[in-house]
């Protein structure tokens, strides 16, 4: 019996170096060039490449300063373009849902996001459980 644990022991590692092959494999790039492009490689060559046109600094500093309205207060205006802005927020608004950390862990695997909102069951403040590197799971919660 001695051996029949480390002929085991050979076999389940055999099975887990062949899965992380197929892991490492599947984000290999199989065609073409053997690596992508970095993004300091294409901002280099002032992405002619890709055919993108990076946008002026000006127009980076108005949005930021909000000096050009939002899609929102040009619709309550009626008389904004959606050319001004190259930036795209995009919205959703769901009904809040009371549950535990573990209830929305599960949910956030069946949506298939790397985060899920929810409202906490015990401290019935908003919070935030979210996928980690690995298996491992964390949870942002909103202090009082």
């Known amino acids: 019996k001695g051996a029949d644990k480390y002929v ?3 076999e389940a590692l055999g099975h887990l170096i062949k899965r992380l092959r197929r892991a490492k494999d599947k984000k290999m790039v ?3 060039q053997q690596r992508q492009e970095s993004f300091g490689e294409l901002s280099a060559t002032g992405f002619s490449e890709i055919d993108v046109t990076p946008a002026d600094v000006e127009l980076i500093r108005s949005v930021a300063t909000g000096s050009i309205p939002t899609m929102a207060a040009e619709d309550a205006l009626g008389n904004g373009t959606a050319d001004e802005s190259p930036v795209v927020i995009r919205r959703k ?3 809040p849902l009371s549950m535990s950390a573990e209830d929305a862990v ?5 949506v298939g996001h790397d985060f899920f909102l929810y409202i906490d069951l015990n401290s019935s403040l908003p919070s935030v ?3 980690r590197k ?3 799971y964390g949870v942002i919660s909103l202090g009082e």
């Open 129 to 131: 459980v979210y996928r």
């Open 93 to 95: 608004v769901f009904e």
């Open 8 to 10: 085991a022991f050979d």
């Open 30 to 32: 199989h065609h073409g």
């Open 106 to 110: 599960d949910h956030m695997e069946l």
């Open 134 to 136: 690995g298996w491992d």
